[in-house]
């Protein structure tokens, strides 16, 4: 959470993140829109393991503050990007495939588009916690193997697993956008 008793912090800006420090998240919401918006098609193989990394995030984020658990899913959102372009970089390399400068121009925009959300996340004090931190940088670089694993076996499967975890972020976003609409307009 935010401390509120910074003696740096202007009236307005204690006032701002006590607010902040009121925003919350309910895991049990999500998984509701989760059963009802979730039409990702995937195999078992990729389901099990998302299941088991969206219960876990539910578990360690229950009742903490809202723009950690946010700080932890940007840092994650950007790392599959990474991992694609390395591979395209790789494949291009290998001889396999040439033709892959738009397919890497349009995943360094959306890794743009996701260091953006996390410098957000970062205003507003996700990342002061050490163990948020500790738990994003290693979830990303689990993430960013774990991809390139699927991508070696199969590209599908790497944007499917990738689709799987932004769709959760998309109901997680939306449920905390309908939960503190009323705060979120007074701040």
């Not at 991992?83 to 396999?96: D, F, P, Q, V």
């Not at 953006?116 to 994003?136: C, T, Y």
């Amino acid at each position: 959470h935010v401390d509120v008793s910074d003696p740096e912090l202007t009236k307005e800006q204690r006032v701002l993140h006590e607010k902040l420090n009121e925003l919350t998240l309910n895991s049990t919401a999500i998984w509701e829109r989760e059963e009802t918006n979730n039409d990702v098609d995937a195999p078992i193989i990729l389901k099990i393991p998302y299941l088991a990394v969206c219960y876990l995030l539910d578990f360690v984020f229950e009742g903490k503050y809202v723009p950690s658990r946010f700080y932890l899913l940007e840092t994650v959102a950007r790392t599959p990007y990474f991992s694609y372009i390395a591979m395209l970089h790789l494949y291009e390399t290998l001889g396999w495939w040439r033709r892959s400068s738009d397919v890497k121009r349009i995943h360094f925009a959306e890794e743009w588009n996701e260091y953006n959300h996390l410098l957000i996340m970062e205003s507003l004090g996700g990342d002061q916690e050490w163990w948020v931190r500790f738990a994003a940088y290693h979830s990303a670089i689990i993430y960013y193997w774990t991809l390139i694993a699927l991508w070696a076996l199969s590209p599908t499967l790497a944007y499917k697993f990738s689709e799987l975890l932004e769709t959760h972020a998309v109901n997680t976003y939306s449920q905390f956008l309908d939960e503190n609409e009323a705060l979120l307009q007074d701040m």
